[in-house]
């Protein structure tokens, strides 16, 4: 492998986060939510932070 074909590698702070979509849901709606994605299979992971919890989902375009 030739050194321009090399890929280079770098790790520095995150600077910027970009929220693509955010949307509220009453805590009964919220647990009704994960239930069904639990039970369909899929991976559930949520975060709390300062009184909040986030449910992160992967973004889905809709380009093609």
Do not use: D
């Not at 030739?2 to 693509?20: A, H, Q």
């Not at 994960?34 to 375009?61: C, D, H, N, R």
């Amino acid at each position: 492998m030739e050194e321009s074909e090399k890929v280079e590698i770098s790790l520095r702070p995150i600077k910027k986060i970009v929220i693509l979509n955010c949307t509220g849901f009453r805590i009964e709606e919220f647990f009704k939510r994960i239930k069904m994605m639990a039970t369909s299979g899929e991976q559930v992971a949520s975060s709390w932070a300062e009184g909040i919890v986030f449910l992160a989902l992967p973004y889905q375009s809709t380009m093609t």
